[in-house]
């Protein structure tokens, strides 16, 4: 095992310096190449996976070229990249998947090879044919390759004649809504309907009842136009309690191929995916050999060169298994398979693009102890995983060592753009069992503290005490299946209202050491009981009151809190805040609390609780009984009522788009549409009224 500690200083091309650290252990390639690395490689992606592709391209000596839209101008990877060359707008329609503009970017910067991550153009069948033709090498597999498997209905066909099993379904050419229906009534319902070229969850509903089949298709395949160009979809047969089990696969030029063992990716929400592991449980060994054999048997049905992960849906009441895709690229999750086989695939990556042999043969990969990645998401899991955005006031990682990696493409001061996907960062964990790797997940959780937009750490925390999931008993539906033991968002305790009060009043007093509550108290009467009530509110706009109360006579203090309840009293209370580190101790009798504490614009940030202070309240708005108002920064994607129309309860009346998902908005109660404010194609910002309602 070799180890490594990259630190670096680089001046930027608008002249600031900046520093950079990680730490990450990996096993070096156990085959000499016997072709050279490349000297300098552009990535045309942003984020994490930019900074992540830099790390193996500076450790390995090759120069490395950044692409940047206007939003990015001081990203992370912008500033980690030797060059760095802005393509175009925020939108990534006129930037990152402007594929002339990085192409000339890769030629005037003398680039040999593009590395396209994943997301943006990596998956894109004519980048990759532009790239070759250009003259350049491009870090993926042939065009072919992914124009085969970037079909859902085309790799069914090759799959079965490669003897993949696939699942029952439709894959034909006829897309018209009556023949869709019919093959749906055919397969029988449940039934999911997903765009052909599709990925990410994008252009995917599940379909329950007859009823919903039309407009889950055209909400599909608005979504699938919008981010693949394509509105083509196949329909599936939807299995009620499945695992989502997916395989990495690993090819060269000279004909080899191996699996680098499975990934269990089923703990999933609006089919994406929020907490990965490998290897996947429960499996026998036999299992595993056979998913690993179909995984090769399907990237050499395409002649496949490079990394690529093959997944399947696996039944959890029978273990026979179904070929669902072939993602065409490196996977986000990626880091758990690196865990578990001591490798690095990007330095695979470029070895196999530089035409070099795969560096391991199948009988010299192993797998070696657990490992787990949760994806950190400006996201509200409590308003159904609504995406955030905002300035990062605060953000404190898990300390680096050999068996906690941290995947980010942020710092502290950055902000989570609506224009972009609101995943923060990658938090990677392994042990040498799934049971100290899930110890080590749960306390590095623990250390993960962001301030600024919501995010889903405690939602997380959720997820990895949950007794189900420590059992491994997992499937694409666990989420939905345990929503009532599951906790959506920090809970507010007693002591969070308490080092609140504390937290305001050492942060206003004049003095900057350690002071009592009751020093910043306005007028008072001599050996009477002095009160101060605040009032602060939650990020979902739940009203919390706190009252301190002291008695001189007594010496003691008494903090009252409703929601929740509770009646403490205390000879002893002090609270210490250091704007250096912005860590506030309070210490209530013997009780010492330490924890982040960050106040802007009239908001507290206790992460990973959020509170206004008195007649502020979070503004993420939802539907009310009269109005339904925009819940994040979006663009009206599709109107479905006029003035004058009367409503359901539940049904769709609008369609937003945010950070590349669709929305769809239900009228909250009967009613008569009274006004609608904005049109089809309007950017909106957070908590504008869209609909307005009557009684009938």
């Known amino acids: 095992m070799f180890s490594m500690l990259y630190i670096s200083s680089r001046m930027t091309m608008t002249g600031r310096v900046v520093s950079s650290r990680w730490r990450m252990s990996y096993r070096a390639a156990s085959t000499t190449p016997t072709h050279p690395h490349f000297n300098k490689i552009l990535i045309a992606n942003r984020g994490e996976i930019a900074c992540r592709i830099m790390r193996t391209a500076k450790r390995l000596g090759v120069k490395t070229v950044a692409v940047y839209s206007s939003a990015d101008a001081s990203a992370m990877h912008v500033q980690m990249a030797d060059e760095a060359y802005h393509i175009g707008p925020a939108p990534s329609s006129e930037s990152y998947l402007n594929a002339n503009r990085i192409l000339d970017v890769a030629h005037k910067s003398g680039a040999q090879a593009i590395h396209p991550g994943y997301g943006f153009l990596s998956e894109n069948a004519a980048f990759a044919t532009q790239v070759t033709e250009s003259g350049l090498v491009f870090i993926g597999p042939p065009a072919q390759a992914i124009l085969s498997m970037g079909s859902k209905s085309e790799s069914k066909k090759i799959m079965q004649d490669a003897s993949v099993p696939v699942v029952p379904g439709y894959h034909g050419e006829e897309q018209s809504v009556e023949r869709l229906q019919a093959e749906a009534e055919r397969i029988g319902y449940p039934v999911l309907i997903k765009a052909v070229k599709g990925g990410g969850g994008k252009g995917m509903r599940i379909v329950e009842t007859p009823q919903d089949f039309k407009d889950m298709l055209e909400s599909a395949k608005r979504e699938a136009t919008k981010s693949f160009g394509d509105d083509t979809v196949l329909v599936e ?35 994406q995916k929020v907490l990965e592991e490998a290897p996947a449980p429960g499996l026998s060994p036999e299992l595993r050999a056979s998913l690993g054999a179909k995984a090769v048997a399907a990237a050499k049905a395409v002649n496949y060169v490079g990394a690529g992960t093959v997944e399947f849906i ?23 398979t690196e865990m578990i086989t001591n490798t690095d695939l990007v330095e695979w990556q ?3 693009a530089s035409g070099n042999p795969l560096p391991k043969t199948q009988s010299s990969l192993e797998i070696s102890g657990h490992a787990f990645e949760a994806r950190i998401y400006a996201e ?46 990658k938090l990677v964990v392994s042990g040498p069992n799934r049971t ?18 919501t995010t889903n750490i405690p939602f997380l925390t959720s997820l990895a ?16 299946d345990h929503a009532d033991t599951l906790s959506l968002s920090a809970p507010i305790t007693h002591e969070t209202l308490a080092q609140a009060a504390m937290g305001l009043v050492s942060t206003c007093s004049k003095t900057p050491t350690e002071t009592t509550p009751w020093t910043t108290l306005p007028s008072f009467r001599l050996n009477h009981p002095q009160t101060r009530t605040l009032t602060l509110h939650d990020q979902n706009s739940t009203p919390h009151k706190v009252t301190v109360t002291t008695d001189p006579q007594t010496q003691t203090h008494t903090l009252t809190t409703k929601t929740p309840t509770s009646t403490r009293t205390f000879s002893s209370v002090t609270a210490h805040y250091n704007p250096t580190t912005q860590i506030l101790t309070t210490t209530l009798d013997s009780t010492r609390l330490t924890t982040p504490f960050i106040q802007t614009d009239q908001t507290l940030h206790l992460p990973p609780i959020t509170l206004s202070i008195p007649t502020i309240t979070h503004t993420h708005a939802e539907t009310s009984a009269n109005t339904i108002k925009t819940p994040m920064p979006c663009k009206i994607s599709a109107i479905h009522v006029v003035k ?14 945010a950070m590349k998902m669709e929305h769809v908005v239900r009228a909250p109660g009967d009613g008569i549409v009274k006004r609608v404010f904005g049109v089809v194609g309007d950017v909106v910002p957070e908590g504008r009224v869209l609909v307005e309602f009557g009684q009938v």
């Open 350 to 352: 470029l070895l196999v």
């Open 465 to 480: 005490t949950h007794p189900s999931f420590i059992s491994g008993d997992i499937s694409t539906s666990f989420i939905a």
């Open 380 to 425: 509200n899991p409590a308003k159904g995983f609504l995406p955030d955005t905002g300035k990062l006031f605060y953000m404190k990682m898990p300390d680096a060592a050999p068996n906690v990696r941290v995947e980010t493409g942020v710092r502290q001061g950055d902000d989570v753009s609506v224009y972009y996907d609101p995943m923060i960062s």
């Open 644 to 657: 004058g129309d009367t409503v359901k309860k539940g049904q769709v009346v609008l369609v937003l788009e």
């Open 436 to 453: 100290e790797a899930l110890r080590t997940l749960r306390n590095a959780l623990n250390d993960f503290h962001v301030a600024g937009p």
């Open 314 to 336: 696996l039944d959890t009441l029978d273990d026979r298994f179904y070929f669902m895709e072939m993602n065409t690229r490196l996977q986000v999750e990626h880091p758990v």
């Open 237 to 271: 047969k939807y299995l009620t309690r499945p695992r989502h089990v997916e395989v990495q696969v690993f090819a060269d030029t000279h004909g080899n191929a191996v699996y680098l063992f499975e990934r269990d990716c089923s703990v999933q929400r609006r089919h």
